[in-house]
């Protein structure tokens, strides 16, 4: 069963539906399609396909289509397969499932499946990341703009990071209790937000463990050596960084906030629960599980505005310098 997401990401569907007809092996499989209409939908629609005994549910969407499909899929026989489409498309790029519909699709006729790893943050399910502090706040600026994309996601993101405030937390886990100011607590299955945007960049989803990323307090002068070292998976060199690993974690805070899961902002207490639990999603993934090799910055900022997924990386210095320009006019109106 594929399920569409018609309102992520901003790719034509109807040419992904094409390409499915034209490419998917019919002497492997059998399909239906559908549609959501709702938020939560995805997850309704995948618990039927699990009742049903359906083999694979494609989730066609962004992170939080998968994420609401997996939900339903965990534990159970039926596997997760993706065509992704959203904005950032964190765990299809972990596990090597590229951005074109046509390779996704010959990742499906392969049929290799995986069984990964998955969190729970204070009950509620991701398989990439999820986290409190500036990823959190922008993910609810995000999703209350009612937009979608990369430009939405980086104007927002450059609107606020100068003005937020660090705030304090305590983490604690099997070895102890640990008190850090930070900018944000990363907590990673995966190793990406999305986008080749390397939070926790050693992370594994097979491993039984989350990796955890605090980004302490920083200067402007900060911001280039840790936005080069984000997209080119170096983020453990930075002086600003502290890494660990755990199955668990308690983090505490002042007072309740946001916090995010796969991107999807909701709102919690002053403690935020979070744990992996080992091997409960099964995923249909390349062979070789290659992940995509990152780029920098400017490289996924061409490839959205070329509209040409998968395509080689050419840099249009005009394209860049208008998307510079709609991005300073969108700030200028703040």
Do not use: W
């Not at 359906?54 to 998968?66: C, E, H, L, P, Y």
């Not at 500036?134 to 430009?151: H, Y």
């Amino acid at each position: 069963m594929f399920v569409v997401n018609p309102v992520s990401g901003v790719q034509n569907k109807a040419s992904i539906l094409r390409t499915i007809e034209e490419k998917i092996d019919a002497n492997l499989y059998d399909y239906s399609i559908a549609f959501t209409q709702y938020a939560g939908h995805a997850t309704v629609l995948a618990a039927t396909a699990v009742e049903r005994g359906i083999d694979i549910v494609v989730a066609i969407g962004g992170d939080g289509t998968v994420n609401e499909i997996g939900r339903a899929l965990v534990r159970t026989p039926t596997a997760l397969g993706i065509i992704p489409c959203g904005s950032g498309n964190g765990l299809a790029r972990h596990m090597g499932i590229s951005v074109d519909a046509k390779t996704a699709v010959d990742v499906l006729n392969e049929g290799h499946v995986e069984c990964i790893d998955y969190g729970k943050v204070n009950g509620r399910l991701f398989f990439c990341t999820c986290g409190v502090g500036f990823d959190a706040f922008v993910s609810l600026k995000f999703a209350e703009t009612g937009k979608r994309g990369l430009l939405t996601y980086l104007e927002n993101t450059l609107h606020e990071i100068l003005k937020y405030e660090p705030e304090v937390y305590e983490i604690e886990d099997e070895t102890g209790t640990r008190r850090y100011k930070a900018f944000l607590i990363a907590c990673g299955n995966a190793a990406q937000y999305g986008n080749n945007a390397f939070i926790t960049p050693q992370a594994s989803t097979v491993d039984g463990l989350m990796d955890v990323t605090i980004l302490e307090p920083f200067t402007v002068l900060d911001v280039p050596s840790l936005a080069f070292q984000l997209f080119n998976k170096t983020l453990n060199q930075n002086s600003r960084i502290r890494m660990f690993r755990a199955k668990r974690i308690l983090i505490h805070r002042v007072k309740a906030g946001v916090a995010h899961f796969d991107g999807d902002p909701m709102m919690t207490s002053e403690d935020v629960e979070v744990e992996i639990l080992h091997k409960g999603l099964n995923i249909v993934c390349p062979v070789d599980g290659k992940m995509n090799v990152p780029q920098n910055f400017l490289q996924i900022i061409s490839e959205y505005v070329s509209g040409l997924p998968g395509s080689k990386f050419i840099i249009n210095q005009t394209r860049l310098f208008d998307l510079n320009m709609k991005l300073l006019q969108r700030l200028s109106k703040r």
